[in-house]
């Protein structure tokens, strides 16, 4: 069983460990997610309650109304992008001239979805390479294992009912729609969340700077906050972070 704030569910959602994960573990169980149907993610806490929101009863699938499947990944950005590049909505702090410089070249018109780009390494073995990296540089707030049953990564946040970015969207399936489409076209894969955060290893990351700026508005249309809220403050200054990049993370405010 499992306890939220709204209830008890009958079915598990999640088994965590009680400790920080071994070296080498999350791939091994990466591995046999084929055979056992568990996928792995690595669960950060927040500083002053290390168990928020994986024991604390925050997390409930039932509050999530739709399924990935549902959804069109390139209708899904297409509207997030209309609504955060706005120059009369409701995130106006800037003029409408700075709005606009910020995702410039492109301003307030959608680009389309980036191309898929060329596989660099396989990707369960970039995703197990990038959670030792994950662990190793301290960036997770006690650290401990997780096991979502879940068909593919991608899907683990909106299975878990999880709430990261819940300023923006509390339908977590809309992302989890976007997560697989960066699956089938960057290699991406699911390693590890926070109460706020998302980590996904990259397999075929853009290459060169165009390609990097296409996948930069695609970032900005689902996690404005890494470009508005980060030390880059604009689409381009963004996107050259992200050439033949193995990782990308996530932060909603």
Known sequence: MHETEAGVLEEPILWISDTRPDAGLWGSLQARHGRTGLWPLLLGG?????????????????????????????????????????????????????????????????????????????????????????????????????????????????????????????????????????????????????PAELYLSVAAPPTNADHALRVAAEHFAFCPDNVWQSHTHTLIRYAESLTNRAWWSFWWD
């Open 46 to 194: 927040r500083s002053d309650e290390p168990g928020t929101p994986w024991t604390t009863g925050e997390l409930d699938p039932r509050l999530i109304k739709s399924s990935p499947g549902d959804h069109d990944a390139d209708a899904l950005l297409t509207g997030w992008w209309s609504v955060y590049t706005a120059t009369d909505g409701d995130y106006d702090m800037l003029s409408a001239p700075e709005r606009l410089a910020v995702t410039a070249p492109f301003g307030n018109r959608w680009p389309g979805l980036a191309p898929a780009g060329t596989l660099q390494e396989d990707p369960a073995a970039r995703a197990a390479e990038f959670a030792e990296h994950l662990l190793a540089d301290s960036w997770l707030t006690a650290p401990r294992l997780g096991l979502s049953p879940s068909a593919r990564g991608a899907d683990a946040p909106a299975d878990l009912g999880w709430g990261g970015p819940l300023n923006y969207e509390n339908d977590t399936a809309q992302f989890s729609a976007v997560l697989r489409s960066w699956e089938e076209r960057f290699g991406a894969r699911v390693v590890g969340l926070g």
